[in-house]
C-alpha cells in the first residue's frame, strides 16, 4: 500500500530524472552518460520552457512533438528556422541525452 502512495505522489520532474538516470545506467560506454535533463535546463529551457511547452522564438510544443528520437537528433544538431544548430556546441552524447530527456515531456502529458 505505501509503495502505491509513494509512487501516485512521485512528482514528475522525480520521473523524469529516474528515468534519465535509468537510461544513463544503461549505456554502453564505460564513463557516464552526460544529464539530458541538465542539458536541456543549461541550453533549450529558455525557448521550450521546463515542461518543453513555452514555445518563445517559435519553439515547437515538444509534448505536442511526433517527431522520433532521429528526427529530434538531426534538428538539435543542425537547428531549424530559429533554433541554435547544437552540433558544434554539444557533444554527440549530449545531444542524444537531451533528446532522449525530451521525449519525457510527450510521456509526462499521457496517463500512467
Known sequence: MLIVLNSACESAEDQIRRKTEAAQKTSSSGASAPDGMAVFRKNCVVC?????????????????????????TAIVTNGKNLMTPFGKILTAEEIDAVVLYSLTFSEKSTPQ
Open 48 to 72: 521550450h520552457g521546463s515542461n518543453g511547452k513555452l514555445g518563445l522564438n517559435g519553439a515547437k510544443d515538444l509534448s505536442q512533438s511526433t517527431l522520433t528520437a532521429a528526427e529530434r
